[in-house]
């Protein structure tokens, strides 16, 4: 497939997002390549989803631990003195 401009990708993605990441990988030279990455990117973390049928996996304890980890608050001071004490 010879990609003579980029909106010929940006069409590819919109029909197929995961051909438009693998194209954007092959023609890794063009500027815009990066950005149809990014936009996969952003597409698979928005579709990603973590459901009830999950209950008991891996990713249920990470999403535990990210909430317990949002709700601290850490101060520089803290940060420093938590990091100081693993040193020794």
């Known amino acids: 497939?010879?990609?003579s401009t980029h909106k010929?990708?940006?069409f590819v993605f919109i029909l197929s997002p995961i051909l438009g990441a693998f194209?954007?990988?092959k023609h890794n030279k063009y500027k815009f390549s990066k950005n149809?990455?990014?936009?996969?990117?952003v597409f698979y973390?928005?579709?990603f989803s973590i459901s009830g049928e999950s209950s008991g996996s891996?990713?249920?304890q990470y999403v535990d631990e990210l909430k317990v980890l949002h709700e601290k608050t850490f101060t520089f001071q803290k940060q420093y003195l938590i990091?100081?004490?693993l040193e020794k």
């Open 1 to 3: 497939m010879k990609i």
């Open 8 to 10: 010929s990708v940006w």
């Open 23 to 25: 194209l954007s990988l």
């Open 36 to 41: 149809i990455l990014w936009a996969f990117i």
């Open 45 to 47: 973390g928005f579709t």
């Open 58 to 60: 891996d990713i249920n």
């Open 83 to 85: 990091l100081k004490v």
